[in-house]
C-alpha cells in the first residue's frame, strides 16, 4: 500500500514539475530550460496533490481555494499560501481565517 501511494505521489510532484523547481533552486537547472519558461506566469497549484497533504498540525485534509491561493483548514481556521505552484506548510507562514470572518461580520453591523 505504501509503496502505490509513493508512486502515485511521485507521479504527482513529476507532472506539476516540482523537481523541475527544486533543481533550480540548488542551480543544477539546465539554460534550455530557463529559455522554455521565460515569460510564463508561475505555475499553479495542481489539485491532484490534495490527495497526499494534510494539515502538519491537525493532520486533517486541507482545501484548495483558488481565488486567495491557499490551502485552507476549516478546522483550525488557518490558510497555508502557495507560493509558485508550491505549498508553504510552515505552521508560522498560515494566515488565521476565522479572524477575518469575525472582522467582516463585525464591520457589515
Request: glycine share 8%; net charge neutral; hydrophobic share 35%.
Amino acid at each position: 500500500m505504501l509503496s502505490g501511494a509513493r508512486g502515485r505521489l511521485a507521479s504527482a510532484l513529476r507532472a506539476s514539475g516540482v523537481g523541475r523547481r527544486c533543481l533550480h533552486a540548488t542551480g543544477s537547472r539546465p539554460s534550455a530550460d530557463r529559455s522554455e519558461r521565460a515569460g510564463q506566469p508561475p505555475s499553479a497549484f495542481d489539485p491532484a496533490l490534495l490527495e497526499f497533504l494534510v494539515c502538519p498540525l491537525s493532520k486533517k485534509p486541507l482545501r484548495y481555494e483558488a481565488s486567495t491561493n491557499e490551502l485552507i483548514n476549516e478546522e483550525l481556521g488557518i490558510a497555508y499560501p502557495i507560493i509558485d505552484g508550491i505549498p508553504n506548510m510552515i505552521p508560522q507562514a498560515a494566515r488565521m481565517t476565522h479572524q477575518d470572518k469575525k472582522q467582516e461580520e463585525t464591520e457589515q453591523h
